[in-house]
Each structure stands twice: as C-alpha cells, then as structure tokens.
C-alpha cells in the first residue's frame, strides 16, 4: 500500500508572508501604481526646482518621518513605548497617515509579526529572503483577507480598540488627497513634486533601509536571535531608527541609542515632549512576548 506523506501545514504568519507562496496574479497593482507614480514624480521633482518646494519636502520629511513613522507609528503606537497627550496623539497619528506608509492597523500588525518572527520564517521582510525583497518588493502583493483578520485578532487587538487609530485607519486615503491638493494649490507643480512625490519617495526609502540595511551591515551592541545591527548613517537619515539591534534587545524602549554617540533625534523629541507634559508612561525595558508589546 502506498503510504502518501504530506507537509505538516505551516502557521498563519508564514503563509501569509511566505515569498514562495506569491506570484505575478498577486501583485496588488494600486500599491505597484502608488510606489511607481510617486518614484516618477520624485524623479521629476529637481526638474522643477523652487525654494518653497524645497522648504515643503524637508519639512514634510520631518514631520511625516520622525513624527509619523518613527515616533507614531513604531514607538508609540506598534511598541506602546510612551503615551501620548491626546491632541499631541491625534497630530502624530496625522503625521504617520501623511507619510503613505499604510495604515496604521497594517503597519503595526506587520511590524509586530517582525518582532515575533525576525530573520525566521513568517518575518514579513527579511533580507534572507533577498535584498530587495527585505526592501520593498514585499510591499507589492497583496495577501488573503480572512488570514490577515486572524493575524490581526492576535496581533493587535489593542489598536482595534482605540478610536483614533481606527479613525485614521479608515480616512487614511483623504488625507493624503487632502495635502497632495494643498500642496499643488498653495505652491503649484513645484511644491506638489517636491513636497508630496520627492518627500514621500524619501520617507519610503527611509523606513525600507531599516528593514533591509539593518539586517545586513553594521555592529552589534547585543547577542540577539536575529541579524539585526546598529548602521550609523541609516540612523542619521532615519532620525535615529538605524540602532536597530539596540531596538530588537529593548523593543519596547521609546529610545533607540544607547551609547553617548549613538545619535537618536526621536529620542530628542520624545523627551521634549515628556519636558512638556505630553508625553508619559515613557518606557525603556524589554518585552518577552513581541506578540503582546505591553507585556
């Protein structure tokens, strides 16, 4: 009698990141579209060069990178390293809308499942799966809804509590409309390119050298299960998200250098923003479980 053996199934978060599982037919062309047109306009921005569109991209670039991903999105909102007064809240979860990095709910729950899976399978962008692939080629397909529902439930169900990370989950898109409009009206083709397309492709690479780079060059502060290492110079364009095994020995620490020199500009701003009474709770200590952040 032949006997046939099968694979024992893989968990959720594998199938759901796994690369080998993705081909052409699952490419979600609006991310393709989206990450295409706004390198084309990048690329057309020094074209059409003014000094108010250059003001626009270096302004935009803090607020939307520091303020939006680095300090909203990642520390605060995927980490629960501090709590934040609720209108400075309200103004970082706008920042981290207006960087085009997704949604809130998305990115937390996939930055979490990096945590809990980091350079093993299921991690959704690690560089041992390629390169590119840690770079931004994992961002161009789109995945099963019923298993990233699941994901969710396990993953974030604090965030699916909180109203306004709900909020800006669901008016993510507005926004976004909303200030490419301004841009263009206030300051016309030249601050549209500049301020939206340039800065956006920028804040783009910014948090991809952290999911790549990171994982492949630099030093080691601790022995950690994964690649994870400390790269300067990504962490002087990335205001200081560049110590990344700092990071994965202290996920849950809202700062991410932890030598003299290790220059962590977030880090800056959060202690302003503790100096002022609108940031408390700022926590520096590891979490056991990357699953439940506030463990």
Known sequence: MNVIVTAPPRDLET???DPDNLRLKSISWPNFLAILLIHVGALAAPFFFSWQGLA???GLYWFTGCVGVTLCYHRMLTHRGFRLHPVARTIAHLAGALSMQGKPLEWAMSHRIHHARSDQ???PHSPLDGAWWSHFVWLLFSRSDSTR?????KYIPDLAKDGVCVFFDRTYLVWNVVLAAALFYLGGLSCFLWGFCLRTALVYHMTWLINSATHIWGYRNYETTDCSRNLWWVALLTF????????????????HGHRWWEIDST????SACRLLGLATQVRVGKSADPANPQA
């Open 121 to 123: 399978p299921g991690d």
């Open 149 to 153: 529902k699941i994901l969710a439930a």
């Open 240 to 255: 200081g998200e560049g110590w990344h095994n700092n990071h994965h020995a202290q996920p849950v620490s809202a700062y």
């Open 56 to 58: 626009a991209m270096l």
């Open 15 to 17: 199938q759901y990141f």
């Open 267 to 270: 880090g800056w701003v959060i």
